[in-house]
């Protein structure tokens, strides 16, 4: 193994965390400016009304992307598989 195809695997797995964690951070992204402009609008400053929404909707995320976030690390670890099968 050199350093490119350890390059290329480390470029591979920071695709595959950024692929797989953007559902969950889109959905949180989306819900906190929705709560942030609700705030804004009503001049309601409650803690909690930022963190219980964005926690469900996140976690809501997730257990409807399992599949498309399991196929990616599925992708990733056969590459990775492959690589060690062939010797690099």
């Not at 992204?29 to 609700?38: D, H, K, Q, R, Y």
């Not at 929404?53 to 409807?64: D, H």
């Not at 399991?70 to 690589?83: A, D, T, Y």
Request: hydrophobic share 60%; with cysteine.
């Amino acid at each position: 193994m050199n350093e490119a195809d350890a390059l290329e695997i480390m470029q591979a797995a920071m695709r595959t965390v950024l692929i797989a964690a953007s559902p969950a951070v889109i959905v949180a992204m989306v819900v906190g400016v929705s709560i942030a402009f609700l705030q804004a609008l009503t001049q309601v400053q409650e803690m909690t009304l930022t963190f219980v929404p964005k926690i469900v909707a996140i976690l809501l995320s997730c257990g409807l992307a399992a599949p498309f976030i399991g196929s990616q690390i599925n992708i990733f670890s056969e590459l990775v598989f492959s690589r060690i099968q062939s010797g690099f």
